[in-house]
Structures are given as structure tokens and as C-alpha cells.
């Protein structure tokens, strides 16, 4: 990320005086970033983990803890609380009262339980879990946002001395989660996107639906999907700033949005590019990284009632610490101690 974009980030982060929870305590690069998060003063933190082992891996990477809350779910007072809200949220799906014991005794279970709860403003877990298990735990014990049906999730894209987007950065939907969407998903991911936008940058969401067509240039089932998931949007959103479908040219370059989709109010000024699928959204977020050495940020969470995030399991400590700003920025307001 560019520096200026990420001290933007991670001030505004700051100035929210959050409290995050991190289930994987113990993996190295988890307990540098809690370190990074509380002496830069972004957030305070809560690791996740046996007490002594953490603090046996801080101790052989020279990383001062004491200002970080250490929690272990196994032997935590409110585990019993927590298995039965667990147990209220899922009997409907089936579980049963033992099972939900046991899911909380898992970090990555207890510390969604947490943000539930609210004693926690966000979560960041995935470094040493699939993103499978990340979102199992946060869906089944946070459920998605009101009016959504679908979790998702976007990446920051940061362009180099780019005039796109906004000053060069854009969000990319979806690049993790919902391989091959229905029109109804795309108008879900279309909406939550729009929102990460105004909350990480405080900006208007100008809302490209991506395809290979602009304006009925070509005809398919792909390009079908993508028109009916603009008027979805449009029909349950019509102050949403949407248009679609269109090309990747159309949406960015003004010269070229005016001459494919003249009067769209999206076209040649698009700062969010929804892809038609993950197959598109995916390779077209690391095209972008690797070829206009672009930084590249997520995939993010989003959808959900509450803010929290997957990682990929080859983060850096910086990348850590800074998804943990974006899910701040997402947070409604902070927690109370």
C-alpha cells in the first residue's frame, strides 16, 4: 500500500479507539502485529490461545505482550454463556447443546462468540486457518447484515501515480468468497462493496457492474446475470450510484465511458469494480498487483453484522496489521469497556 494511503488508514483507525480480538494468539506473525497494533496505538488487542504458550513465542521473538489481553477459550468464565447464546443462535440448523460447547472452545469460534457479544469492535483471524473455517465461524455466530443474504468480500487495490478510482485506489468485488454468484448474490456484493468504500474512504460509491459487454455490446447467460443484478440493485437501492453492465475500459477511462454508455452516471469514473465471478474478480485483483504494481489489500469480509476479516496465510505482520485497520474503519462505532 502507498505509504500516505496507509497512514490515512491507519490514523483513522486510531482516532475509533477500537478493540479488536486475534484467535490465532500464538502464531508468530499474530502476536507482532498485536504488539504493532498497541504501540502504535491503533487498537487495543485481545490474543486468543494458552496464556503460556503465547507468551512463550512473544518471549522467543523478543515481543513485549503486556499491554496485550491474552484470553483462553477453554478455560474462559463465560464459555458457558457463550455456548448456550451458540446454542440458541444454531439449534434451528441442528446443533446441539455439547456441540456448541465444543465450538467455542475454539478460538476462532469464541472470538466471533466475542464480537457477537460485543465485547470486541472486530476480528481478524485466517493466517494459519482456511478461509473456509474463518467464515464458517463468522457467519454461523454474526449472521449477515440486515437486507443482505450473502458474505462476500472486496480488495483494496492501490495504484501507483494512477488517475483512477479514488486517487488511484479501488475496490475489487468479490475476490474471496462466493465463487459463481446468482444476480440476487451480485446485487449483494454490489451493495456491500459500495458500503466498505464509503467506510474506508468516506467517499461516494460510484458502482461498476463488470462484464465483456457495456450497453448490450455482446449477448450471453454471463451477461444476462450481470444486467439482471443492476436493476436488483438498483430496485432495492435507488440511491445507490450503479450501472452496469460494462467493460472494464468503460467504467474507468472518461473517454471511453462516455463513447460505450454516454449519459451513465458510472461510466469513466467507477472507484468500485464488481466481476461477474470469483474466477474474474480473483485474477483480475492479482493481475493488477503483479503488472501495475499495485498494492493489493484483502480480501476483506463483508456482509456480515459485524466487522471481521479473513487473512491469507502467506501475511506479512504489516498486512495483518493493516486489514485490521480496514476492519475498524468498518466497525458502526466502538465497544465500551
Sequence with gaps: MAVDIREKIRSAAAKRHAKLVLPEGAEPRVIQA????????IACVVLLGDPAEILAVARKNHVDLSDVELLHPAKSPDLAEYAEEFYQLRK??????????KA??????????????GAVDGYVGG????????????????????????????????????????????????TGVVPDPTAEQLADIAWS????????????????????????????????KVIQATRIARERWPELMIDGEMQVDA?????????????????????????????AANSAYKLTERLALAGAYGPILQGLTKPASDLS?????????????FVILQAEAPCKD
Aim: contains cysteine; neutral net charge.
Design 34 to 41: 498485536a504488539a504493532t497494533l498497541i504501540s502504535h496505538e
Design 92 to 101: 434451528h440448523k441442528g446443533l446441539s447443546s455439547d456441540d456448541a460447547h
Design 104 to 117: 467455542m472452545a475454539d478460538p476462532l469460534y469464541y472470538g466471533a462468540m466475542m464480537l457477537h457479544k
Design 127 to 174: 493466517c494459519i486457518n482456511p478461509t473456509a473455517h474463518v467464515v464458517r465461524a463468522c457467519l454461523h455466530c454474526l449472521g449477515t447484515a440486515p437486507g443482505i443474504k450473502t458474505v462476500s468480500s472486496c480488495s483494496v487495490m492501490v495504484l501507483p501515480h494512477s488517475r483512477y478510482g479514488v486517487d488511484g485506489t479501488l475496490l475489487f468485488a468479490d
Design 193 to 224: 462493496t459500495a458500503q466498505s468504500m464509503r467506510r474506508f474512504f468516506n467517499v461516494e460509491p460510484f458502482v461498476a457492474m463488470i462484464s465483456f459487454s457495456t450497453k448490450g455490446s455482446a449477448k450471453h447467460e454471463i451477461i444476462e
Design 251 to 279: 467504467a474507468l477511462v472518461p473517454e471511453v465511458g462516455r463513447r460505450k454508455a454516454p449519459g451513465s452516471p458510472v461510466a469513466g469514473k467507477a472507484n468500485v469494480l464488481v466481476f461477474p465471478d470469483l474466477n
Design 313 to 325: 496465510r502467506g501475511c506479512s505482520t504489516e498486512d495483518i496489521v493493516d486489514i485490521a485497520a
